[in-house]
């Protein structure tokens, strides 16, 4: 079945460690998305890749890096500047322009 | 620049009722899209409807209707007999669709807590 899929679905990280969420997708779509949801709060846009080996920041980028080396994968890393890193991350791609995205089933990210 | 904006909060509704929720954007591009998805509290992320700022009818998907009103930059999602699973947080988003830098991103409003009553 064609999807995206997130891994892992929990994951712990100690203060100072880089972490790093994966996002596959075999749907064949060229846009992919990061996004931060913090407790009843909306989603916020952290980066996005409309191609390969190429991606924007968000509204939130500072503390998190990307790469886009293959179309069908768009890992986020957390790094040790995100100082408040505990927060649902979700995924998502679209073919493009006047389409709905699909979302990935999230990765649940605290520090402890 | 694109920016969308959800004024309630929370919304309660009884059961088989519609119940409309809000959504306002703003973009000074002419071409867009904008869409609304249900998140249930397992976190998933599903898509309801899809409306382009061309389009000359609202959309609609089965209970879900799309009250586009253009002038006034609104995009309010109606959920017409309420049913006790619609109970969610609902997100506004909009999507531009002209070229440059910010094709393809997709920016979502702060969401509504919709609760249904039986």
């Known amino acids: 079945d064609g999807g995206i899929t997130q891994s892992p679905k929990y994951l712990f990280r100690k203060e100072g460690q880089n972490v790093t969420l994966s996002c596959e997708q075999n749907?064949?779509?060229?846009?992919m998305y990061w996004y931060r949801q913090d407790p009843g709060q909306g989603l916020r846009l952290i980066y996005y890749?409309?191609?390969?080996?190429?991606?924007q920041k968000g509204d939130i980028a500072e503390g998190y890096s990307v790469s886009r080396e293959k179309k069908e994968s768009f890992p986020l890393t957390v790094t040790s500047a995100q100082k408040n890193p505990t927060a649902f991350y979700l995924c998502?791609?679209?073919?493009?322009?006047?389409?709905?995205?699909?979302f990935g089933q999230g990765t649940r990210l605290t520090v402890v | 620049a694109q920016k969308i904006t959800q004024t309630q909060p929370g919304m309660f509704v009884q059961e088989k009722e519609a119940v409309t929720l809000d959504c306002t954007y703003d973009?000074?591009?002419?071409?867009?899209?904008l869409f609304w998805y249900k998140q249930p509290s397992s976190g998933e992320m599903i898509f309801l409807i899809y409306?382009?700022?061309?389009?000359?009818q609202n959309a609609t998907e089965g209970r879900y209707s799309l009250n586009f009103q253009k002038a006034r930059k609104s995009a309010n999602l109606v959920i017409s007999a309420s049913q006790l699973g619609d109970s969610a947080m609902y997100f506004c988003?909009?999507?531009?669709?002209?070229?440059?830098?910010?094709?393809?991103?997709?920016?979502f409003g702060q969401g509504t807590i919709l609760t249904v009553h039986p």
């Open positions: 998502a791609s679209r073919t493009g322009k006047n389409t709905e995205a699909f």
């Open positions: 749907l064949n779509h060229d846009a």
């Open positions: 890749s409309q191609i390969v080996n190429d991606f």
């Open positions: 973009t000074s591009d002419p071409s867009y899209g």
């Open positions: 409306q382009g700022s061309y389009d000359q």
């Open positions: 988003a909009m999507s531009l669709n002209a070229g440059g830098t910010s094709y393809g991103k997709l920016t």
